[in-house]
């Protein structure tokens, strides 16, 4: 395998860690709080802007302007119902999930499928919007990279997501500063702001810009005024759903950060928002300065204080998207663990960091912003409407709990969270309602989108599940007269010569050779007079599907008990995968065999570097230590043991990598249970890199191909639909990958068709 | 005796099953054995384990102690 591309893996991610390690990256409050709360606490950098803005269309004559602060009161006094909620929600469910175990387990799949895809959609959002809310605070103190946002915004975005692939510990530290920084600078602007206002008011620049109006000052204007301010509350959700990742005691710890959390947040919003009121400002589409920043001109001047504002604020902005970077990959492993996503999410990677998901997270924002231009109003018409359905449902399902398992106390938790949930449940209808024309349909028709791919991930990983578990199969000691092999031979070589050894030392019931080029009918007399070679007419690209056809046809002759493999001997030039793009026939022929019902593919590479000089001599090896791959007890694993009893090994065991502890203990109670009269072991894979660890194992074996052999068995499961099937098999892909270039070691895929 | 889980070995055919477990400590690392076990009950990978036995010697050299009497401690921290 190249050593280049890990090389660089490396120095931008950093050393692997083991999973012991897992315990010293759980975070103490002083750096959870900005982990997890840098979103919410963020949001008052725009949140009193975007009522500003709703408020503003009804032009300045009005006084609308004058409504800013009673129409904040009220958005605190929801932050406030929904932060008490969610301290509940914290001690309820010590182990995170948020809104989508809450709704799935009290409310129902669907409903858990609802907040799921609504926190997904969310989570993108929330960095979109953030680094686009960072950027705006950045041109508001420098206005030339006005003109290259978008560039500026994703650039940020990639930014963050290499800080992330590191891993959190290491980036809680460096993100304490501009959280704690801003809250500072927030309060101090407050308190100088209110020490001036003492003897009058400084103006903001934009006092006295008149506004046309628009819109008529109504009820419905003051409700969407309203609905922009909840901008405040987005966030909240997050400590919730990463409860597992404080020190113990960990509900407590997380429900305390999250008070903190809350009364900061309620503080440094009515203060700007009472600040902003004060100083008159008046905010507009194509202002160029952000509310804030007007303030923070108004009160301290052009000054250092100014500029310090505004690098805090992007800073913390370009920060809060991290939020998300927690939340999307951990979600989407949660999700890939109950089956909703595919496999490949439910991982962690080497950093102890879901990869997978924060890749994905990354592309979503960065494509978001550019469709959008990373203009922040635009992007916050999305914004609230996921965060408002996973508020209601989370609250909704927490009721629920309390009225079926009924703790102490239970009325009144219930009438809390009951509340939280009724309020949220307003707000969200309101909010549907004023935002729907400017983008929130789009939310709304994308959620069941995903709910359905959800939901069909789901039911394809049951019938797969449901067709293995039929333990139609056992393993009643198969013999080599069970056995056929077909070799294909493009060539004469030192690879088909260890072939055609391997193919001896087992004593099939039937060997024959399969060849396209008649030049080799010469060759193989001498190298192996007793298996009759078959030559087919060349047929170019369609070869195939001759010899498919070929397959086909002996695997009618044969009972269901008998396996026909497909030997393929290959000569790799070097080490490397660019083995693939430089033979993609031999690629495209194995894919293709694997896909016919009831052959099996084995694989006999041979490195250059390997090849002695001996090469008209067919050395059969003595020993053949086969290993089954395993996972779990199913059908396809157990074709792939009678598979093994066929070649009558020297040595045969199963062999599972890289599981979790429970696993392991299933895994090794099921076997005792079917009584599979074959030796398991099982290996820890301590970096999670199964290809590296069946790597080492497989070197005890001291396999040099002559007379010593390893042969390593991969059940593999072959779906109908083409489509379904990347969502199986990637870890044969890495295991194969990782066998190539080792010498004396055989691969055979043992496929097992599902309906 | 007392050492971390890092590779478990399941033979249904040796005496009504056996459970193999090789468990490393700081300085070396010994096979515990038990023949005749049904289930795993707790034995999984990563786990620690404190046992009391008589220490042997199996075919290939290793150290090996027989049907230990023994207990768990899960997720221990690492040294």
Known sequence: MSRAPAAIKRIFVGRPMSSGELEHTLLPKTIALPVFASDPLSSNAYATQEAMLVLGTAGTASGALGLTIPISIAVACVLAIVVSSYRQTVHAYPSGGGAYRVSAENLGMLPGLLAAAALLGDYVLTVAVSITAGVDAISSAVSSIDDHRVIVAVGFVILVTLANLRGVKESGTLFAIPTYGFVASIYLLLVVGFVKCAGGCPQAESAGDQLKALEPLGFFLILKAFAAGTTALTGVEAIADGTAAFRYPQSKNAATTLSVMGALTISMFLGISWLADHTNVVFHHDAGRTVVAQIGAAIYGEGFLFYLLQVMTAAILILAANT???????????????????????????????????????????????????????????????????????????????????????????????????????VLVVIIQTKFIGGAWIILASIPVIMYGMYSVHSHYQDVARQLAHPERRPHDRRPTHQRFVVYVPKVDAATCRAVGYVRSISAAEVTA???????????????????????????????????????DKRRELGSDDFLTVVIPEVLQ???????????RMHRLKASLLSEPGVQVLDIPITKADIHAMTDEVQEPGRNFALVMVASINNAMLQAIEYAETLRPTDLRAVSFGLEPEAVEKLGDDWLTARIPHPLEIEAAPFRDIGSSVLQYVRQFEADGIDRVVTVIIPEFVVPKKRHQILHGQTALIVKRHLLFEPGVVVVSVPYHLD | MAGVIQNIRIDPREGGGSIEATIIDGTGEMIAKWLGRPTMSGITLGTG?????????????????????????SSPEHG
């Open chain 1, 324 to 426: 998300a970077y927690q939340d999307f990959p951990r979600l989407s492993s949660i999700l890939a663990n109950d089956n909703f996503m595919p496999r490949q999410f439910r991982n962690r990677g080497d950093r102890l960091v879901f990869s997978n998901g924060v890749i994905i997270l990354a592309t979503l924002a960065s494509i978001l912003i550019w469709a959008f231009d990373a203009q922040l109003n635009a992007l916050i018409q999305l914004y609230l409407i996921g965060v408002f359905i996973s508020f209601t449902l989370s609250q909704t399902g927490l009721t629920k709990r309390f009225r079926k398992v009924r703790p102490q106390g239970w009325k009144v938790k219930a009438l809390r969270s009951g509340f939280g949930a009724c309020v949220t449940g307003i």
């Open chain 1, 514 to 552: 399969v060849t396209f080029d008649p030049a080799n009918e010469a060759a193989w007399e001498r190298l192996a007079p007793d298996v009759p070679l078959i030559q087919f007419p060349r047929a170019g690209f369609s070869n195939t599907k001759a010899l498919r056809r070929f397959l086909r």
């Open chain 1, 574 to 584: 070097a080490g490397g995968l660019s083995e693939i793009v430089r033979h993609p």
């Open chain 2, 49 to 73: 384990l404190i046992m009391e036995g008589v220490i042997g010697r199996d075919e290939d050299g290793e150290l090996v102690i027989l049907n230990p009497e023994y207990e768990l401690v």
